[in-house]
C-alpha cells in the first residue's frame, strides 16, 4: 500500500475516532424522526413513560440484545455516562474498521506466487502510457 493511501486511511480513522468518542457526547438526546413518529398519539406521564393513546410504540417489545455489553449506545458497567458513550463509539469504530478491513484483505487483488502483475519479464523494460496501458519491450 502507498505511503499516501495509508496516511489516509489512518487520518480517516483518528477523525472517526474522535467523532465517535468525543463529539458523540453532544449529540441530541431527543428521540430522532423514527421514534417521534413512533410516538406520535400516544400519552405521557412526567417521566416520559407511555400511558395510553394510540400509536405505534404502545405494541414495543423488548430486543434480545438489549442487555449487550453495547447496548444503549453505553458500556455496560461504565457508570460515568459519557465515558460509557464515547468508549462504546471508539469500540464501535474500531469493530467496524477491523470488519472493512478484513473484507478488502480478503477481497484484495492476487498475484500469482506473489509477483506483482505489472512487473515485465525478465530481459525486458516495462513502460506505462498516459492511459495506464503497460507495454514491454526487450531490452539491449
Do not use: K
Request: proline share 4%.
Amino acid at each position: 500500500m502507498m505511503r499516501r493511501s495509508r496516511m489516509f486511511l489512518l487520518g480517516g480513522l483518528l477523525v472517526a475516532l474522535v467523532l465517535a468518542g468525543v463529539v458523540s457526547n453532544f449529540a441530541s438526546s431527543h428521540p430522532d424522526g423514527l421514534d417521534s413518529s413512533l410516538r406520535a398519539g400516544c400519552t405521557f406521564d412526567a417521566d416520559d413513560n407511555i400511558t395510553g393513546g394510540s400509536c405505534p410504540a404502545l405494541r414495543e417489545q423488548a430486543h434480545e440484545l438489549e442487555t449487550g455489553p453495547l447496548a444503549g449506545y453505553g458500556v455496560r458497567g461504565i457508570d460515568n455516562p459519557y465515558l460509557s458513550t464515547g468508549l462504546s463509539g471508539v469500540i464501535g469504530v474500531l469493530l467496524t474498521f477491523a470488519v472493512g478491513g478484513g473484507v478488502f484483505w480478503l477481497a484484495r487483488r492476487r498475484t500469482r506466487n506473489g509477483a506483482d502483475a505489472t512487473a515485465a519479464p525478465t530481459g525486458t523494460t516495462a513502460t506505462t502510457d498516459p492511459t495506464g496501458a503497460t507495454a514491454t519491450a526487450a531490452r539491449d
